[in-house]
């Protein structure tokens, strides 16, 4: 019995002096997926960002036509109304003056938020 336990004592001293060798060389490595590589793009990827990049220029240049029209209403108004309060007095204040004033306000609310939008 003595030699049977011997030998099951080397075999564990052997197997424990040579796990850690069997943790670091014994396993195979990890594949690591690498991402795939950038394609060429397709016509149909082309023509639709062609497509796109059109119809952005032209959002572009519908908005700069609106700006374009709402500030030469904006001068026009600004200019009606200051006729308007050159022809007043202290004690008249007529309600085409208030009107005036609410559509350039209006106006030039609309103007900054699509200026902001460029």
Same mark, same amino acid.
């Given at each position: *019995? %003595?030699? $049977?336990? @011997?030998?099951?004592?080397?075999?564990?001293?052997?197997?424990? =002096?040579? =796990? !850690?060798? #069997?943790?670091?060389?014994?396993?195979? !490595? %990890?594949?690591?997926? @690498? !991402? !795939?590589? $950038?394609?060429?793009?397709?016509? &149909?990827?082309?023509? #639709?960002?062609? @497509? &796109?990049?059109? *119809?952005?220029?032209?959002?572009?240049? &519908? #908005?700069?036509?609106?700006?374009?029209?709402?500030?030469?209403?904006?001068?026009?108004?600004?200019? &009606? @109304?200051?006729? +308007?309060?050159?022809?007043?007095?202290?004690?008249?204040?007529?309600?085409?003056? /208030?009107?005036?004033?609410?559509? /350039?306000? %209006?106006?030039? $609310? +609309?103007?900054?938020?699509?200026?902001?939008?460029?």
């Amino acid at each position: *019995m %003595r030699s $049977h336990s @011997l030998a099951s004592g080397l075999l564990f001293l052997l197997l424990l =002096a040579f =796990a !850690p060798w #069997r943790l670091c060389f014994g396993q195979t !490595p %990890r594949q690591i997926p @690498l !991402p !795939p590589l $950038h394609q060429a793009p397709s016509s &149909e990827d082309e023509e #639709r960002a062609k @497509l &796109e990049k059109e *119809m952005a220029k032209k959002a572009n240049q &519908e #908005r700069q036509a609106q700006l374009r029209r709402d500030t030469n209403d904006l001068l026009k108004l600004a200019t &009606e @109304l200051k006729l +308007s309060v050159d022809k007043s007095n202290e004690n008249i204040l007529s309600l085409d003056v /208030i009107k005036k004033a609410d559509e /350039i306000e %209006r106006l030039a $609310h +609309s103007v900054k938020d699509k200026m902001k939008a460029n």
